[in-house]
């Protein structure tokens, strides 16, 4: 059973930082591109932030480059999000999600993304 468990949100004030893990059971990030998504209070859920596990790179929505930095480690089978200079519109329940890298479809997509954690709420004060 692949689980995949999200720590580390929490509240902050604006300007403040938070450093979110995905870390992963059942199935290794290896081959995978890894997602984080985001829903805030009623809206959609949105793309943030994505790596491509077997190739290294990184991919950013607008509203959080810059800003936010996505990275793993091989040997925890984990992926990070930090976030910088947070904003009170980062406020959200954030998601990290996975996918076999072969999938070529945008790494936006959160319905091409097939393993999902239960989500880390952000809170961001001003």
């Known amino acids: 059973q692949v689980q995949l468990a999200e720590p580390g949100g929490g509240l902050v004030q604006a300007g403040g930082s938070l450093r979110l893990s995905c870390a992963a059971s059942?199935?290794?990030?290896?081959?995978?591109?890894v997602g984080w998504f985001r829903r805030a209070p009623g809206q959609e859920r949105e793309f943030v932030a994505a790596?491509?596990?077997?190739?290294?790179?990184?991919y950013y929505a607008d509203s959080v480059k810059g800003r936010f930095a996505i990275s793993m480690d091989n040997a925890k089978n984990t992926v990070y999000l930090q976030m910088n200079s947070l904003k009170p519109e980062d406020t959200a329940v954030y998601y990290c999600a996975s996918r076999p890298s072969w999938d070529s479809r945008g790494v936006g997509l959160d319905y091409t993304y097939i393993y999902w954690g239960q989500g880390t709420q952000v809170s961001v004060s001003s």
């Open positions: 059942g199935r290794t990030f290896s081959s995978d591109t």
């Open positions: 790596l491509r596990w077997t190739e290294g790179n990184t």
